[in-house]
C-alpha cells in the first residue's frame, strides 16, 4: 500500500492544465482566466449619484440645520438614465434619483430624507459637504486598470464586472468534459431485476458529482465484464473528452479488466503513464490510474461508497488542475467528535462518512449510518470525510479533521 499523499502526487504529475480558449461570458461561471483581463472604460463610466434627494452646490446648504433650513430653487428633475441638460447654479437644487448623472455646477446630494418639498422649492435641513453621496467617475475601476489577473476563479460577481465593462468573452481553462461509464455483468441502469442482478448507482451518482464540481460530464453507459467491450468504451471516451471516470473492475476479480484495458492502451499511446496503486485508505484501497495520450483516466473502485470517496481525494484534484485551479488540495475543518469514533489499526487512514454541524462556533461531526463500502444511504447521509489516522479511533470530544463534502 502506498499513502494517498502518494499516488495523489503521482496523479498530478501526469495530468497539465487544459490549453486555454475562447470562452463565452455566459458559459464562464467556475472557470480560471488564463489571460488577464485590463479595464478600456471607467466604472462608473459618470459622476452619479448614490441616493435619491437633491443635487446642490454644498456652499448654498451651509449651517442647514432642522432649525435653519436652506432654502433652494428646484430647477429641474433627473431620473437614472437621462443626460442631464439643466445645470446647478448658485441658490438651485435638482431632484434626482440613485444611478442618475450629477448636473453640471452641482457638487453634492442631499438625501431626500433630509428635505421637504412643494415642487417649486426644496428645504435643505442638513448641511452638505462637496462630495457627498456623489460616486465619482472610475470610483470602481480605471481605465487601463488590471481587473482580474491571470488564475482568477471566475464566481457571478466576476461575470458581473466584466459585463459592466462590455467584455463578452473571456480566455479561460476550458470547463473539463469528463466521461463516465459503468461496469459490471451485473448492472441495469433501472427496472425489474432478473435475479444476481443490481441497479447502477455508480454512474448518476459520478454524473451528478461532476456536474456540481464544475465539469461537463458525459455519460459512455454500462460496460460489460468484456475486454473488447470495455476496450472500445474507454477508447471512445479518452476520444472524445478531457478526462475519463470509470468504476468497477479493479479489485482482484476474475473480470477485473479496467487495469488490462488501461495499461494495455497506455502501452499503445504515447505520452501516457498507467499505475495500479494500493492506496493506505479505507475506503477506496485500489485505484487504476491512466493518463492516456495526456487523457486522465481514474479506474474507481466498484463499490458505490469507495467510488464516491475516491473520486473526492484523487479525481477531484486532478480535474481541479486541468480546470487550470491553484486550489487543487481540499482543506479539512477541525470537528469535535459527538460521540467516540472506534476503528481498529490495520495501516490505512480512514474516512468515515460524518454528518457535521456548525453549533455554537464551532463544528461537530458524528458517523452518517453504518460505515461500510456498499452502503450508500451512508455517503448520502453524509456532509463530511472525517479522516481518522490508523490507530484505535478518537474518544468523544475529540478533535478530528473532516472534509467537507
Ligand atoms: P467490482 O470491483 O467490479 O468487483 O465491484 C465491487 C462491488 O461494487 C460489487 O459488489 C459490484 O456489484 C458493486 N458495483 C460495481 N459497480 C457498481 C455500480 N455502478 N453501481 C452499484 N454497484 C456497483
Ligand atoms: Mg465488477
Not at 24 to 51: C, K, S, Y
Not at 251 to 276: C, H, I, N, Q
Not at 308 to 327: I, N, T, Y
Request: charged letters at 20%; one cysteine or more; aromatic letters at 4%.
Amino acid at each position: 500500500m502506498i499513502p494517498l499523499g502518494d499516488a495523489q502526487e503521482r496523479i498530478l504529475a501526469a495530468i497539465a492544465p487544459l490549453p486555454p480558449r475562447a470562452v463565452p461570458l455566459a458559459g464562464a461561471r467556475g472557470l480560471v482566466l488564463a489571460r488577464e483581463v485590463v479595464a478600456t472604460e471607467m466604472i462608473p463610466p459618470f459622476a452619479n449619484t448614490a441616493m435619491d434627494g437633491y443635487a446642490v452646490q454644498a456652499r448654498d446648504t451651509a449651517g442647514a440645520s432642522d432649525a435653519t433650513p436652506a432654502t433652494l430653487q428646484v430647477v429641474g428633475e433627473l431620473a437614472a438614465g437621462v443626460a442631464p441638460s439643466t445645470p446647478v447654479g448658485p441658490g438651485e437644487a435638482i431632484r434626482i434619483m440613485t444611478g442618475a448623472p450629477m448636473p453640471a455646477g452641482a457638487d453634492a446630494v442631499v438625501m431626500v430624507e433630509r428635505t421637504k418639498s412643494d415642487g417649486g422649492r426644496v428645504e435643505i435641513f442638513q448641511a452638505a459637504t462637496a462630495g457627498d453621496h456623489v460616486r465619482p467617475a472610475g470610483g470602481d475601476l480605471e481605465t487601463g486598470q488590471r481587473v482580474f489577473e491571470v488564475g482568477t476563479l471566475l464566481t457571478p460577481a466576476h461575470l458581473g464586472v466584466l459585463a459592466s465593462l462590455d467584455v463578452h468573452e473571456v480566455v479561460c481553462h476550458p470547463r473539463p468534459r469528463v466521461g463516465v461509464c459503468s461496469t459490471g455483468d451485473e448492472l441495469v441502469p433501472s427496472g425489474p431485476l432478473a435475479p444476481g442482478m443490481i441497479r447502477d448507482s455508480n454512474r448518476p451518482m459520478l454524473l451528478a458529482v461532476l456536474e456540481e464540481a464544475g465539469c461537463e460530464a458525459v455519460d459512455y453507459g454500462i460496460a460489460r465484464d468484456d475486454e473488447a467491450a470495455l476496450t472500445d468504451t474507454i477508447t471512445r471516451a479518452v476520444d472524445e473528452c478531457d478526462a475519463l471516470l470509470t468504476s468497477g473492475a479493479v479489485s482482484m476479480g476474475d473480470y477485473d479488466f479496467v487495469k488490462v484495458v488501461l495499461e494495455r492502451l497506455a502501452a499503445e499511446r504515447p505520452a501516457s503513464t498507467y499505475a495500479w496503486m494500493q492506496i493506505a485508505i479505507k475506503p477506496a484501497k485500489p485505484l487504476a490510474f491512466a493518463a492516456i495520450g495526456g487523457v486522465p483516466a481514474f479506474g474507481l473502485p466498484g463499490n458505490p461508497v469507495s467510488s464516491r470517496v475516491s473520486f473526492e481525494l484523487l479525481a477531484r484534484p486532478a480535474l481541479r488542475k486541468l480546470a487550470g485551479r491553484a486550489d487543487i488540495a481540499a482543506t479539512p475543518v477541525v470537528a469535535t467528535a459527538r460521540s467516540a469514533f472506534k476503528r481498529r489499526a490495520d495501516g490505512r487512514v480512514h474516512y468515515d462518512r460524518v454528518v457535521v454541524a456548525y453549533e455554537a462556533g464551532a463544528y461537530v461531526c458524528e458517523r452518517a449510518g453504518f460505515q461500510a463500502s456498499n452502503v450508500l444511504s451512508g455517503m448520502a447521509a453524509a456532509t463530511g470525510l472525517a479522516i481518522l489516522p490508523d490507530g484505535d479511533g478518537v474518544e468523544a470530544g475529540a478533535d478530528v479533521e473532516v472534509l467537507l463534502l
